[in-house]
């Protein structure tokens, strides 16, 4: 159904000319001022079988989402907590959809355990918690939110430095401990300080131009070359990053190469004096290796944020169980440690909460995929409410010869107004809006295209 908006005019009608008289925007409403203009509304698709959504959301994700979900008609189960690996095998076969943050993972044999499961959103940064190519064989895509956290990580790398350099985070503990120890020495302005950012993305670029409005020099180490933001300097490696700065921060993924990507040689390669601030990924740093250079003394403090190993739950201990090094880490009196809080403010996670609920909300609804990190990428104009008995086939199959044949002849019968197929890896997606199909249709075209060889998921969305 079509909806028409009048455009009205900016004034009322005076004695002057308005041509004379009013700013070229003005000027343009005047004229179109008599004009209709029609919106194709976007007509919301549901899955064939009619079967009612159920979504599991844990880990306190955000109330934004929840809200978003259920606006849609589906049902959310919402828990503060992670689940571990058999509470997850136990209790997912009943879900469309996952919504998790950091700690829950998704591995292989819950996904073997997820019958109806369609899609996951990871409700942070990183994705390395779920098995993603075990997630695509299953034909289930996988969404993040890459970059709404950037500014929340890079305000606390700033704050970090400061209290680094100051020390009041050990001066705050012996004034609640009933001691007054003022003291400057060792104390430092970050002003004029280097400072030398380990990967330069989203966070390390927001950084730098924080960093250089505190008047500290920018250095920064890339795999890529990248254009520097203000006066930040790329360096050409690693080595030469740590041998001059005075602070030394890390926001890289967590990949094979970047585990343990600095240890006891990178160590020492820093200056003396230096302070090391890890809130990238917890094994991109070998933990005994920097008690020892903080113990020694060639490191004047570090502070991190993320850990090889983390408790699963608010109130679990951080100890030697967990990480067998905790409680002399714990003990280190120039060491700032923080329990994975980079991204957690309210403003993170409402942006996180809209951007990944939307793109689970468009893949339910639609069948896009725009955004996926484990999957091609595919998208087509939606529906709308005026193509009544239109019907959306979405197809993900694996990525071999002769598929798409196979499934235009079954398609061949009905007018296919409009089609898009990618792939990755050993994944395909095919998507397909088909005209005119009576309801008779529906069970012979889903069962034919769900027969064919390579088949992994096909839904039908009308």
């Known amino acids: ?88 095998v136990e209790k997912i076969g009943s879900y469309h959809a996952i ?62 430095i400061i209290a680094l350099a100051r020390q009041y985070f050990q001066r705050a503990i012996e004034v609640k401990s009933g001691i007054w120890n003022k003291q400057s020495k060792g104390c430092w302005e970050v002003r004029g300080k280097t400072l030398g950012i380990v990967g330069y993305g989203h966070i390390g670029s927001q950084l730098s131009v924080l960093a250089e409005a505190f008047g500290m020099r920018v250095l920064f180490y890339d795999v890529v070359n990248l ?48 302070y090391l601030i890890n809130n990238a990924r917890g094994k991109c740093v070998d933990i005994p290796a920097l008690i020892e250079a903080l113990k020694s003394g060639h490191l004047a403090g570090a502070a991190l944020d993320v850990y090889p190993a983390e408790p699963g739950a608010n109130g679990a201990p951080f100890d030697d169980q967990l990480n067998p090094w905790a409680s002399t880490l714990r003990s280190l009196p120039n060491v700032i440690l923080t329990p994975h809080i980079g991204g957690s403010t309210e403003e993170a996670q409402r942006m ?60 061949s019968p009905f007018n296919v107004e409009k089609q898009y197929s990618d792939s990755k890896g050993d994944i395909a997606y095919l998507m397909a809006d088909i005209a005119d199909v009576s309801g008779k249709d529906v069970n012979s075209l889903r069962e034919q295209i769900s027969k064919t060889h390579a088949n992994i998921l096909t839904r039908l969305l009308a």
Do not use: W
């Open 1 to 88: 159904m079509s909806a028409a908006i009048n455009i009205p005019s900016s004034r009322s009608a005076v004695s002057t000319s308005p041509i004379a008289s009013s700013s070229l925007h003005d000027r343009m409403l005047l004229r179109k001022d008599s004009v209709n203009f029609s919106i194709r509304l976007p007509k919301v698709l549901h899955p064939i079988d009619n079967e009612d959504l159920r979504l599991l959301l844990l880990e306190n994700i955000s109330q934004e989402a929840v809200r978003t979900f259920r606006a849609q008609g589906f049902h959310v189960d919402h828990s503060t907590k992670a689940m571990s690996e058999n509470e997850l």
């Open 227 to 274: 254009m520097p933001l203000g006066s930040a300097r790329q360096v050409e490696s690693l080595s030469a990053l740590l041998a001059e700065s005075d602070f030394v921060t890390l926001h890289v993924p967590e990949l094979p190469e970047t585990m343990n990507m600095i240890s006891t040689q990178q160590l020492a390669q820093m200056k003396k004096g230096s």
């Open 352 to 411: 996180i909460g809209e951007e990944v609920s939307s793109a689970l909300v468009r893949y339910l609804n639609y069948g896009a995929t725009l955004g996926a990190v484990n999957f091609p990428e595919v998208d087509l104009r939606a529906i709308t409410l005026e193509e009544p008995n239109h019907i959306r086939v979405c197809y993900v199959h694996k990525n071999i010869p002769g598929v798409l044949r196979q499934v235009n002849e079954v398609l």
């Open 99 to 160: 919504g998790i943050r950091s700690k829950t993972k998704i591995t292989e044999r819950v996904l073997q355990a997820a019958s109806k499961l369609l899609v996951i959103g990871c409700f942070c940064i990183g994705t390395n918690q779920v098995d993603l190519p075990a997630a695509a064989k299953a034909g289930i895509p996988v969404f993040n939110s890459p970059f709404s956290n950037s500014r929340s990580v890079a305000e606390l790398v700033i704050s970090e």
